[in-house]
């Protein structure tokens, strides 16, 4: 039905930069929300970003301010930009749209950040 693939994910240097992207198999219009999720091991899966249809984002505490989240709509693209990372951004970063009750996951992406 709907598939998400990821990319962007990877190593990267404390205080740099790095974009995240997800590929969605269907129009973005058909979803209610899009957002960014990550978990680190041993934690809990957390939203970090979120963006309405009506294009407002919201950010968790943790990484407003340094990551910015956007989408096109006409590439049916979802992306995370991430500056001035630091080592507790280290976690597998995922992909999620919904529409009403229907949420859909992507696979994932580890993004590690060295000190």
């Known amino acids: 039905q709907v598939q998400l693939e990821e990319s962007g994910g990877g190593l990267v240097q404390a205080g740099g930069s790095l974009r995240l992207s997800c590929a969605a198999s269907?129009?973005?219009?058909?979803?209610?929300?899009i957002a960014w999720y990550r978990q680190a091991p041993g934690q809990e899966r957390d939203m970090v970003a979120s963006i309405t249809s009506g294009g407002i984002p919201k950010y968790a505490d943790s990484v407003k301010g340094r990551f910015t989240i956007s989408r096109d709509n006409g590439k049916n693209m979802v992306y995370l930009q991430m500056n001035s990372l630091k080592p507790d951004d280290t976690a597998i970063y995922y992909c999620n749209l919904r529409r009403s009750a229907l949420v859909y996951w992507g696979q994932g992406t580890q993004v590690t950040v060295s000190s």
């Open positions: 269907r129009s973005l219009f058909s979803f209610n929300a």
